[in-house]
């Protein structure tokens, strides 16, 4: 059984943070990347039961703050498996935990097309940045075709019951969803029995 008390201690950090910067995102990106750094430097306390993969990435919710100010969420890629180019609509950081994985950001042209920006490459421990104020829309690989990826997410919302957009990559159309999560219960970080 894995010891959450980072993530119990990450949670806590995190709820201090929202209480004083809750509103102002540069702030809120800025603390809450020092926090996530600190937790994805250790590959020791994420439950079993969200590093599971399947036969599409999976996300699972780890905590959504009770005021929905922030959501914490692993990302678990299996070899070679990819998202769909999308948004967010909020700031988040992506922290590679295990593994490692691409992500190929996107504008949007004047005419409604999509046209490609850089293409990064997150390895253990790096952390990157997205929000609608500096790119927002991305497409997410697995850079491994034989071996897992886990990274944690850190949103400025319920990133699971946001509704978002997916765009098609050639013609830039749009179409909302809302995510959801691929578990039904969430780590028990109140027990401290263990």
């Not at 020791?44 to 969420?73: K, M, N």
């Not at 070899?79 to 609509?89: E, K, M």
């Not at 421990?125 to 991305?138: F, K, L, N």
Request: glycine fraction near 10%.
């Amino acid at each position: 059984m894995a010891d959450i008390s980072r993530l119990r201690r990450f949670v806590a950090d995190m709820t201090d943070h929202a209480g004083q910067y809750h509103g102002d995102e540069q702030a809120m990106v800025a603390g809450s990347k020092l926090l996530l750094a600190d937790l994805v430097e250790n590959d020791d306390w994420l439950p079993d039961q969200y590093a599971i993969e399947g036969d599409t990435y999976r996300q699972y919710l780890l905590h959504c703050d009770p005021q929905q100010r922030f959501s914490v969420v692993s990302f678990v890629w299996g070899p070679g498996q990819t998202t769909p180019v999308h948004d967010h609509t909020v700031w988040g950081l992506i922290g590679m935990r295990r593994g490692s994985e691409t992500g190929q950001r996107f504008e949007i042209g004047v005419d409604g097309s999509l046209a490609p920006c850089e293409n990064e490459r997150l390895e253990q421990g790096d952390i990157d940045i997205v929000s609608p104020t500096i790119g927002d829309i991305h497409k997410v690989s697995n850079a491994h075709d034989d071996k897992t990826s886990i990274s944690i997410h850190v949103y400025g919302a319920n990133i699971g019951a946001l509704e978002r957009h997916v765009y098609d990559p050639a013609s830039g159309a749009q179409k909302s969803f809302i995510s959801g999560y691929s578990n039904t219960t969430v780590p028990n970080l109140w027990d401290f029995s263990g």
